[in-house]
């Protein structure tokens, strides 16, 4: 009797042991569950986040394409211009050369040709004003196309940095994962074992009460 009673206190022992490990790992496993579904959601949001700006740096460079056939056009105007201008000037330059009487008598009278050459001189002027007002505009659009690929050279340092933090958490999420399932493999160990020692010892009271019931 008193060496069932022994191995029946050991067992107690053993249980509470194991009981102690069981709580402790228990508790791990539901520190690692909660740690992966914060995990899951900075993940998440993080996808969200590297989405969001894919999504601006497409936007970014669809302006920078429309910016650059923006200056494209405008720099063909401005060289049409210039075409129109230096031809006005050749052609005012042509008449000046030309003598008075020449051109009084291909034209009838003086006014006619005075007239003549102030339009010359008149559109000279408005082609020079276009194109400087063109040139103007090309300037803006080429300021505004510089800052829009500085935008992008930004957004696109912002996406590597998301990714890599997205890796990161992928990695420490994977770790926490492959500890959980190690916690689990542990407590449920430990379950086995707290049950074992219960059927032993339920065992060893077993043959307590029938050595008990003999006297």
Not at 125 to 135: F, G, V
Not at 170 to 180: I, M, R, Y
């Given at each position: 009797?008193?060496?069932?009673?022994?191995?029946?206190?050991?067992?107690?022992?053993?249980?509470?042991?194991?009981?102690?490990?069981?709580?402790?790992?228990?508790?791990?496993?539901?520190?690692?569950?909660?740690?992966?579904?914060?995990?899951?959601?900075?993940?998440?949001?993080?996808?969200?986040?590297?989405?969001?700006?894919?999504?601006?740096?497409?936007?970014?460079?669809?302006?920078?394409?429309?910016?650059?056939?923006?200056?494209?056009?405008?720099?063909?105007?401005?060289?049409?211009?210039?075409?129109?201008?230096?031809?006005?000037?050749?052609?005012?330059?042509?008449?000046?050369?030309?003598?008075?009487?020449?051109?009084?008598?291909?034209?009838?009278?003086?006014?006619?040709?005075?007239?003549?050459?102030?339009?010359?001189?008149?559109?000279?002027?408005?082609?020079?004003?276009?194109?400087?007002?063109?040139?103007?505009?090309?300037?803006?659009?080429?300021?505004?196309?510089?800052?829009?690929?500085?935008?992008?050279?930004?957004?696109?340092?912002?996406k590597n940095t998301l990714v890599s933090?997205?890796?990161?958490?992928?990695?420490?999420?994977?770790?926490?994962?492959?500890?959980?399932?190690?916690?689990?493999?542990?407590?449920?160990?430990?379950?086995?074992?707290?049950?074992?020692?219960?059927?032993?010892?339920?065992?060893?009271?077993?043959?307590?009460?029938?050595?008990?019931?003999?006297?």
């Amino acid at each position: 009797i008193d060496q069932h009673n022994a191995q029946i206190a050991a067992l107690d022992k053993e249980i509470a042991l194991y009981q102690i490990q069981l709580t402790a790992t228990s508790a791990k496993k539901q520190t690692l569950q909660t740690k992966l579904a914060q995990l899951a959601l900075s993940i998440k949001k993080i996808t969200a986040s590297i989405d969001r700006t894919k999504n601006q740096i497409g936007t970014t460079e669809l302006q920078i394409q429309q910016l650059a056939a923006g200056i494209e056009k405008t720099q063909g105007s401005i060289n049409s211009g210039q075409l129109g201008l230096a031809q006005s000037m050749r052609a005012l330059a042509d008449e000046e050369i030309r003598p008075i009487v020449v051109r009084m008598l291909s034209k009838g009278n003086i006014s006619s040709v005075w007239n003549d050459i102030a339009t010359i001189a008149y559109l000279q002027t408005a082609l020079d004003e276009h194109i400087a007002s063109l040139a103007s505009a090309k300037r803006v659009l080429s300021d505004t196309k510089a800052a829009t690929e500085d935008k992008r050279a930004q957004l696109v340092k912002q996406k590597n940095t998301l990714v890599s933090q997205q890796g990161s958490l992928n990695a420490t999420k994977q770790a926490q994962s492959d500890l959980l399932a190690q916690t689990k493999s542990q407590e449920s160990t430990y379950q086995s074992l707290i049950a074992q020692k219960k059927a032993q010892e339920a065992q060893f009271e077993q043959a307590l009460t029938d050595l008990k019931s003999e006297y």
